[in-house]
């Protein structure tokens, strides 16, 4: 990361007391704006914009709206630094969605919103191989009745530009099942049948590299031992469980569709260490990493 220039969007009060209680020796300087970082030569790794407010007083561990509205502003003004082109990627760190409201989809969806992006979509890219979730944050009866064949087209259609966009020159994508032994031809569901194999169907005959759907109990592992490049889950937690326990701390989340490179650990808030000084930084690290190589990637 020698050659990155990072800008941390935070607010002074709150940066101020971290250096006080943990101490870290920080080459760093505040700007007014992430488009003064540009114009500075010889700048510092670690570069600070204030985005307004104060979480000097917030507690350490204790979700409140504060806290909450605080990281939504960090957020507004990351996402405006990289609209604006004053900025390649943003890094997010975990936010409570409980802190800020019960209506926040998440992280994802706000910089979407943002960007005005029609498509786009949740992956996570570990060392060994790549998931895209086709649902996200939704009860997972409601996320079945979502899965249709023409989505599922658009969908791998979109991954496979994606991964051209970042030039990979591997994509053999793999389509989970939904149901055991992704229906045992109809026997533990048809979904497989009805939905997902037309749409592999249609994406193969255009040219993609895409199989399925395969059987999610041993897909997975089939994908880590190098068979896919990326695999296509259906809901949440079907792509996160292989994800975590294979790359934990190691596997980064991308969003894919954004005009920007945008990381983030795959992980969520730890409250329970919060303020203590022994959370674990390998994720942030790991994302931060993704980014750079992505940005450089793309040119």
């Known amino acids: 990361m020698s050659n990155a220039r990072c800008i ?24 007014a704006s992430a488009a003064e970082a540009s114009d500075v030569p010889n700048a510092p790794f670690l570069q600070l914009v204030d985005a307004g407010g104060d ?18 502003s960090y957020l507004e003004a990351a996402s405006a630094a990289a609209l604006g082109h004053h900025i390649d990627a943003i890094v997010t760190a975990p936010v409570s969605k409980e802190s800020i409201s019960p209506h926040f989809k998440g992280q994802t969806d706000f910089l979407a919103e943002r960007a005005g992006c029609t498509q786009y979509a949740m992956s996570f ?31 791998i259609r979109f991954v496979d530009d994606q991964l051209r966009r970042f030039r990979f020159t591997d ?17 533990f569901g048809r979904e497989e049948l009805d939905v ?8 193969s005959s255009e040219g993609i590299s895409v199989s399925g759907p395969h059987s999610a109990d041993s897909l997975y592992y089939r994908a880590h031992t190098g068979e896919f490049d990326v695999v296509i ?20 989340n991308v969003t894919l569709g954004l005009p920007y490179v945008r990381t983030s650990p795959d992980h969520g808030t730890a409250f329970s260490i919060a ?3 022994v959370a674990d930084a390998s994720g942030m690290t790991a994302a931060l990493t993704c980014a750079i190589d992505l940005v450089r990637k793309i040119g």
């Open 233 to 252: 889950a259906p809901y949440h937690d079907q792509g996160l469980i292989p994800v975590k326990l294979i790359a934990h701390g190691s596997a980064t």
């Open 125 to 155: 890219f570990a060392p060994t191989f790549k998931v895209v979730l086709a649902t996200v944050h939704l009860p997972l009866r409601e996320a079945l009745e979502r899965i249709t064949s023409t989505g599922y087209l658009d969908l």
């Open 275 to 277: 303020g203590q000084g």
């Open 55 to 72: 979480s000097s007083a917030i507690t350490w561990g204790e979700r409140s709206r504060h806290a909450g509205k605080l990281a939504v």
């Open 196 to 203: 997902l194999s037309h749409a592999v169907k249609q994406a």
């Open 8 to 31: 941390l969007f935070t607010d002074r009060g709150g940066f101020e007391r971290h250096v006080e209680r943990f101490k870290p020796t920080l080459n760093c300087r505040w700007i």
């Open 171 to 187: 994509r053999r994508i793999a389509i989970a099942g939904i149901n055991p032994h992704a229906g045992e031809g109809g026997m």
